[in-house]
């Protein structure tokens, strides 16, 4: 592959295919499978390699945002909280559809197809809503990998926000109920107050969150080819 070639891939990467993370893409390439829809491709190959890659992407853009604002502010800002909560949602809900494609993996477009396979991820994940810990219960991969202990909502007068304990340390982390964070007092569970003591903990642990569905990203390509 001449100098040229490469210029030309990188720039593929960076704009054309936003989607797909540079790892995978690249990954691609050195196979030569680069059409999605060719016949080495699957209906469950397709959501995982498209859908659920922008799904994880915007899941740590989410992330990125709030690393930006709580470098640049030393004081308690919402939409920290809010980039936070939703990032949290959507990592373990991702993990729903890689075992989604997983199960549909050697099935072709003939079998099943891209619609169906999406629509059973959507119903999956509706089922928990923005309850995190309901959704976390039903992710013990992602409790166990962290040290979870215990994960409860609570809500008062003024705050609205799930409570995470871990196993080997004592340190509790706020995680604001997201109808909370948007909507304020005009939430149907009010929230007012905001705890911005362990913000920085709130990052390590979606650091870590986020390197463990990236590892399952990859277990899940692998298995899905």
Wanted: with cysteine; charged share 35%.
């Amino acid at each position: 592959m001449n100098k040229k070639n490469k210029k030309d891939i990188n720039l593929l990467i960076d704009y054309d295919m936003p989607r797909i993370p540079k790892w995978l893409y690249k990954k691609y390439l050195k196979k030569n499978d680069l059409n999605i829809g060719s016949g080495f491709s699957t209906p469950a190959y397709d959501v995982y390699i498209t859908e659920l890659n922008y799904l994880f992407r915007k899941a740590t853009e989410y992330i990125k945002g709030a690393e930006i604002i709580k470098k640049n502010t030393n004081s308690c800002n919402m939409s920290f909280h809010l980039l936070t909560s939703v990032a949290f949602e959507l990592l373990p809900k991702i993990l729903i559809g890689y075992e989604i494609c997983l199960k549909y993996k050697k099935k072709k477009e003939n079998i099943i197809s891209k619609e169906v396979i999406m629509n059973e991820i959507k119903k999956e994940m509706s089922k928990f809503g923005h309850d995190l810990e309901l959704l976390y219960k039903k992710s013990p991969q992602i409790t166990k990998e962290l040290g979870i202990k215990k994960i409860k909502k609570f809500s008062n007068f003024h705050v609205c926000d799930y409570r995470i304990e871990f196993k080997n340390n004592k340190n509790v982390l706020f995680i604001k109920e997201i109808e909370a964070v948007r909507y304020g007092s005009f939430s149907r569970s009010r929230d007012t107050l905001v705890d911005c003591r362990n913000d920085h903990l709130v990052l390590d642990v979606l650091e870590k969150m986020k390197l463990f569905v990236l590892k399952k990203s990859r277990e899940t390509y692998d298995k899905l080819l």
